[in-house]
């Protein structure tokens, strides 16, 4: 079983202030996605990397995938109240790799 | 809104109750799919149907019963379940997955469900 692992499970900082998440696997992912899920919701998907090394942006937020395609990064720049919520990455998927998830790391961030 | 609506939104419901869950996608997708979110692991794949099809069946036990009438609607039928199966129930569609593309899957809201 390929398990993702993510850290911290729980992070609460200010308004204002940087952070960084992170999705570790000891196997090859050929892709990996992140969601965020907000309390009520079901996950939402923000970004899909492919290829070592990759970088994406989504206006403060930056994902990292890396080289050998077993771990990613997540980092917010500024975070805002609104970016409280669960953020989980996911390998996968396609036709022949399942999806599956990581328990995520619930972010909360104070006014 | 993600164009995937779930119903009911909360279930209380007793270990000899029968309920079911519905979910139902206005995107046009092929592939749909059960979930649950518990407290304390990571979201579990439950069950994948692709055109109406059966295509997965994550080991889950009997008393939850899947259903795919086409390929815009999803059931989950319950019946004699356990305070353990208390959890977020999530459905999400997505195009079907062609060999060596990602699949990217859309979720609705979960059903909270109580078990007492």
């Known amino acids: 079983t390929q398990l993702l692992e993510q850290s911290p499970q729980f992070l609460s900082i200010q308004e204002g202030e940087n952070l960084t998440v992170y999705c570790n696997s000891s196997?090859?992912?050929?892709?990996l996605q992140w969601y965020r899920q907000e309390p009520g919701e079901g996950p939402v998907l923000l970004v899909t990397v492919v290829t070592g090394g990759e970088v994406k942006k989504l206006k403060r937020l930056t994902f990292q995938f890396g080289d050998a395609r077993k771990d990613s990064s997540l980092h917010i720049t500024a975070a805002q109240p609104g970016d409280t919520g669960l953020y989980l990455c996911?390998?996968?998927?396609?036709?022949?790799?399942?999806?599956?998830f990581g328990k995520g790391t619930r972010l909360h961030i104070l006014p | 809104e993600t164009g995937v609506t779930q119903t009911p939104r909360h279930l209380v419901m007793g270990m000899t109750n029968k309920k079911s869950l519905k979910c139902e996608q206005h995107?046009?997708?092929?592939?749909m799919y059960w979930y649950k979110q518990s407290a304390k692991k990571p979201l579990e794949l439950m069950f994948v149907?692709?055109?109406?099809?059966?295509?997965e069946n994550n080991s889950v036990p009997s008393r939850f019963s899947p259903e795919c009438p086409n390929s815009s609607h999803l059931f989950l039928h319950l019946h004699t379940l356990q305070p353990e199966d208390s959890a977020l129930y999530l459905c999400?569609?997505?195009?079907?997955?062609?060999?060596?593309?990602?699949?990217?899957?859309?979720f609705g809201p979960g059903t909270r469900l109580t078990v007492l």
């Open positions: 149907y692709n055109f109406k099809e059966q295509t």
């Open positions: 196997s090859v992912f050929s892709s």
């Open positions: 996911a390998k996968g998927p396609n036709r022949d790799d399942k999806i599956i």
């Open positions: 995107l046009g997708h092929n592939a």
């Open positions: 999400a569609s997505s195009r079907g997955a062609t060999s060596g593309t990602t699949d990217t899957q859309y």
